[in-house]
């Protein structure tokens, strides 16, 4: 299983940005996917996930990001909106494993919000 990560970068306040991941080693569409993201000095914490046709997200980004997926392709979107300083992070992707594949955190993508 390979999970990798894409898209980060540095973006104003109230900018957007689109984060990808893309998985391989195993049948995409049949599982959940989630983000997660962890800033500079606090632990890692959940953004958003899809599963079963199904989104849910942290308080803090419900509103602003949107997941999505695109199973043709074998990958998980994470679009977010209207951007703060607060997030700020390395996001990282996590492909949770299931009864025979553990689960599998990719690289991380650092996002920079600042002015």
């Known amino acids: 299983v390979r999970i990798v990560e894409s898209g980060g970068g540095l973006v104003q306040p109230g900018g957007s940005l689109t984060l990808s991941c893309v998985g391989s080693?195993?049948?995409?569409?049949?599982?959940?996917m989630r983000w997660y993201r962890q800033a500079p000095g606090k632990e890692r914490e959940f953004v958003a996930s899809?599963?079963?046709?199904?989104?849910d997200y942290a308080d803090s980004v419900k509103g602003r990001f949107t997941i999505s997926r695109d199973n043709d392709k074998n990958t998980v979107y994470l679009q977010m909106n209207n951007l703060r300083l607060d997030d700020t992070a390395v996001y990282y992707c996590?492909?949770?494993?299931?009864?025979?594949?553990?689960?599998?955190w990719g690289q991380g993508t650092q996002v920079t919000v600042s002015s």
């Open positions: 899809s599963a079963d046709g199904d989104a």
């Open positions: 080693g195993f049948t995409f569409s049949a599982y959940g």
């Open positions: 996590l492909f949770p494993g299931g009864v025979r594949l553990g689960a599998v």
